[in-house]
């Protein structure tokens, strides 16, 4: 396990698969209430997670909402590194992207992880 108090949580799912979303929001905000630093890792259809209003139907209606966990994160200073490529070939607005949500690819979260962190890929 990395001892630099890093976490990166992958997700590249959305509304097709919300029980590994919740899965990725459930790991993610359970490693910043124990005090990391924690990066959710959006690719492939898990960009649309870093999109303001994208989160809000998931899981509505159920528990966990999606939209609850989404607030949870970002409210204990979680961030969202989103896959630049991905991002493009689906043709969204980078002015949509919530609070703590950047376009940064494999380098950016390279230098994160810097000399280790601890993973989880849903």
């Not at 124990?34 to 999109?51: E, F, Y």
């Not at 961030?79 to 950047?102: M, N």
């Amino acid at each position: 396990m990395a001892s630099n108090g890093r976490v990166v949580v992958g997700c590249t799912h959305g509304e097709e698969d919300p029980d590994r979303v919740a899965v990725s929001y459930l790991t993610a905000v359970a490693a910043l209430d124990q005090g990391k630093d924690v990066v959710m890792w959006l690719s492939v259809d898990g960009v649309r997670l870093g999109l303001r209003g994208y989160a809000d139907r998931i899981r509505a209606g159920q528990e966990p909402p999606i939209d609850r966990l989404h607030g949870q994160f970002i409210e204990k200073g979680g961030r969202f590194f989103v896959c630049p490529i991905c991002f493009r070939e689906r043709e969204l607005d980078e002015a949509d992207l919530v609070d703590g949500a950047e376009l940064k690819g494999a380098t950016p979260l390279m230098e994160f992880v810097g000399d280790g962190a601890t993973t989880f890929n849903y």
